[in-house]
């Protein structure tokens, strides 16, 4: 398309979940009543963690990282959804747009290396118990923790910059076939070439994720290994219960994402997009509160303490 035929774009209108205004009220309460709780509970989390002396390993020290990730990484995507449930006009300025496209893109990064990163640390709490204080000392945490930081905002920038600055669209304000600023949806709807940026979105989530998931693969290949010499089955239950937590946020989150990013271009629906995007930044945040405290009896024991 002639570069004569294109608008500068300073506004996008989101399309929402629906557009039925009764179900928008139904949803509105459904979401803000997730919401909240997402928050109560993750804010719980990291207090309980904070205040607990006895809750001092590396491990729930990732657990807190996890929490304030999740707060996060909900609050943008779900706010904006809240108030476009609500609101007559679903428009979102550029600006707006590419803040939220940075925040969503860099917390979900940085849960994905935070979950290789646990990985790891559950990897060296089995296979070397005695030793696992000096490999998870203070420096190991630090720089594991600032990786997975850097790497998702990485991830971030990266697709924000490619989006706003390569994409072209050519009307305004632009409607978006989403609940928010997802990068998909603002490929599906450029008037340009959007080969680049598929190229990009495809190699940095790919890296990320594959990257992730190869650390997480080969660390409980490790403990099974390990744990399959145990000769008692009440050790074996036990060491396999300190991950089985892990394994389900892992399962869902990376089930997901791997699903809504890594798919051919041609598999693209809005409908089924929406879906998948309703159950990774909104459900996902709100269920990892609970899996980790009701499996694990320190912080059960902790908030009856508290």
Not at 129 to 147: A, E, F, G, V
Not at 171 to 181: D, L, R, S
Not at 254 to 268: H, Q
Request: net charge neutral.
């Amino acid at each position: 398309m002639d570069y004569k035929n294109r608008t500068i774009v300073t506004e996008f209108t989101l399309a929402g979940l629906t557009e039925n205004s009764e179900l928008k009220l139904a949803l509105f309460v459904l979401f803000f009543i997730i919401y909240s709780l997402t928050l109560l509970q993750n804010s719980v989390l990291i207090v309980l963690i904070s205040w607990d002396g006895q809750l001092y390993s590396p491990m729930y020290v990732f657990l807190r990282q996890l929490s304030f990730i999740d707060i996060c990484y909900s609050s943008s995507v779900t706010i904006r959804m809240l108030v476009d449930f609500v609101s007559d006009k679903s428009s979102i300025s550029v600006a707006g747009c590419s803040l939220q496209m940075l925040s969503y893109a860099g917390f979900g990064g940085s849960e994905c290396l935070l979950l290789a990163a646990m990985s790891y640390d559950r990897y060296v709490a089995i296979c070397h118990p005695l030793t696992y204080l000096q490999i998870i000392n203070k420096q190991t945490l630090t720089s594991l923790l600032l990786m997975s930081y850097i790497g998702g905002f990485l991830n971030g920038f990266v697709q924000t910059g490619f989006s706003f600055f390569h994409l072209d669209f050519c009307e305004n304000p632009q409607a978006v076939h989403h609940f928010y600023c997802d990068v998909i949806a603002l490929i599906e709807i450029s008037c340009g070439d959007t080969r680049l940026n598929e190229m990009i979105l495809f190699s940095i989530v790919g890296f990320i994720e594959l990257s992730s998931l190869f650390v997480i693969l080969v660390s409980y290949l490790c403990i099974i290994i390990a744990v399959l010499q145990i000769r008692s089955s009440k050790g074996r239950k036990k060491a396999f219960s300190t991950c089985a937590s892990h394994l389900t946020v892992v399962s869902m989150f990376y089930g997901s994402i791997m699903f809504m990013y890594l798919r051919p271009s041609s598999a693209y629906s809005p409908e089924q997009d929406k879906i998948i995007a309703v159950f990774y930044t909104v459900i996902i945040p709100f269920l990892n509160p609970l899996i980790y405290s009701l499996r694990n009896r320190e912080v059960k024991n902790s908030a009856r303490k508290i």
